[in-house]
């Protein structure tokens, strides 16, 4: 991860703790999403995870609406191709960062590094959600939130306890 991320670089594998924060469901793609973002408070300078970027339209409504830092990942070269051809405006270039991934929840981020993280449509291509997890609580600042947005899976898919926050 580019500079912009304030030392996200380093694993820290034997820090843990459980995500002390509310975990928002939908299945409203987008909409839902702004929503709840509007009321967790984003504000500048805050690091942004979003899991299953796409095109990146919600990286980019995050910058220019908050001025936070977002990170959006992406699985496929298509859609990471989309999302970074779509990055057009200088004035939330510095603030943006799309990367793509074959497996997100291997990804080497520094413990507690993001305010919030989203995921987005992405349990079918995960190869280890258990481990995805685990690492989102590793991830996660103590005051942050984690939205999870999946239209085609229920909540006895997930990690057990984590979404009754």
Request: a negative charge.
């Amino acid at each position: 991860m580019g500079g912009m991320w304030g030392g996200c670089n380093s694993w820290q594998p034997n820090k843990t703790r459980e995500i002390r924060t509310k975990l928002y469901l939908s299945k409203k793609i987008y909409d839902g999403d702004q929503k709840a973002l509007s009321k967790v408070g984003v504000v500048a300078g805050w690091q942004v995870l979003v899991v299953g970027c796409g095109t990146g339209a919600l990286v980019f409504h995050i910058a220019s609406t908050y001025g936070a830092d977002v990170l959006g990942v992406n699985f496929t070269m298509k859609d990471f191709n989309a999302a970074v051809f779509h990055q057009c405006s200088p004035d939330i270039a510095s603030l943006i960062l799309f990367e793509m991934t074959v497996a997100v929840e291997e990804a080497d981020n520094e413990a507690e590094c993001f305010d919030v993280i989203l995921i987005q449509e992405t349990q079918v291509m995960m190869k280890d959600t258990t481990k995805l997890f685990a690492n989102i609580q590793k991830w996660l600042k103590p005051s942050g939130d984690v939205f999870l947005v999946e239209q085609n899976s229920c909540p006895d898919h997930l990690p057990s306890g984590l979404y009754d926050r």
